[in-house]
């Protein structure tokens, strides 16, 4: 069985940007619905470093963890306020800070993604952009490394390099052992399906989300688990639609992540990010994911 986690971003992000749910809050309910664990934001107001930046005040989060059950199973980097093509300096030193943060809280695995939109800046061809994130990608993973710290790339619709050839191209050359894919199953769908906001033409797979796990072979480090209706949200990313609300067939994505892709991770990790109902959807993901674990992890 695969241990449950959900993303806390969820809760602060979208329609809840003006009335966010505050980790102690959100970990009560999480604790009370049988999680595992938690993916957790470390975007304001929930773990940010500089939210957290005393010892006295890392051990109150530990704490707070600790009294609710909570394991960590991936914490997403706030690296959002700098693009990481333009500012890649101003970028990279955001990700240290994370690295040092994470150190001190005894986080396992980061998740981040490219850094910058889907639009080649002036100048700089299609290769040239692959290259750049590659590199920056090779220096995250050294970087992580020295802390213990496993990296996982999530790529979507609203970061540059998100088509399906191109996603593996990137993992392969960045051939570091700490380096892995985060395979979120709706925004799969958008890459191999929809091909949505593809510089390159062409890319979709006839198989679809299949044909990409099949591609993505004992690359993938974790999983975020939720529905796509086939559509972006209103921020340009793939709309985060809990299960059953959607397209996607999980009698045929779950074996293909187990069985083509030899996902191994001990994690299935929810993501409602942007849901507008994300709150009151909780549960019934929660549910679906656990029958889920009974039919295809036990």
């Known amino acids: 069985m695969k241990k449950v986690s959900i993303g806390s971003w969820a809760y602060i992000m979208g329609a809840f940007g003006d009335n966010p749910i505050l980790l102690p809050e959100l970990f009560e309910k999480l604790n009370e619905l049988g999680f595992d664990g938690v993916s957790l934001g470390g975007f304001k107001p929930h773990a940010h470093p500089d939210l957290f930046n005393t010892p006295e005040k890392r051990a109150g989060l530990k704490k707070l963890l600790t009294d609710n059950n909570m394991e960590v199973a991936d914490f997403a980097a706030d690296l959002w306020s700098v693009d990481s093509i333009k500012q890649n300096k101003e970028w990279l030193d955001l990700f240290d800070n994370n690295m040092v943060f994470m150190s001190q809280m005894g986080f396992k695995t980061v998740r981040i993604d490219s850094g910058a939109p889907p639009i080649l800046p002036e100048g700089m061809s299609y290769d040239a952009a692959k290259d750049f994130v590659k590199e920056m990608f090779v220096k995250c993973a050294k970087r992580a490394a020295q802390e213990g710290i496993d990296v996982v790339w999530e790529f979507e619709p609203g970061f540059i390099v998100n088509e399906p050839k ?11 052992s700490n380096f892995s894919l985060l395979v979120d199953t709706c925004h799969a769908h958008m890459a191999a399906v929809e091909g949505s906001r593809n510089i390159e033409e062409g890319c979709k797979l006839d198989g679809g989300v299949v044909e990409f796990c099949e591609m993505a072979k004992d690359k993938i480090g974790l999983v975020h688990l939720i529905d796509s209706d086939g559509t972006l949200n209103e921020t340009e990313t793939s709309t985060h639609a809990p299960f059953g609300d959607g397209v996607m067939d999980f009698d045929v994505v779950i074996p293909a992540l187990l069985d083509k892709a030899r996902y191994k991770g001990d994690w299935w990790a929810i993501d409602l990010c942007e849901w507008p109902d994300a709150w009151n959807a909780t549960a019934r993901c929660k549910a679906f994911v ?3 674990n009974e039919k295809y992890c036990k």
């Open 290 to 292: 656990d029958e889920i």
């Open 166 to 176: 191109n996603i593996i191209e990137v993992v392969d050359d960045v051939n570091e």
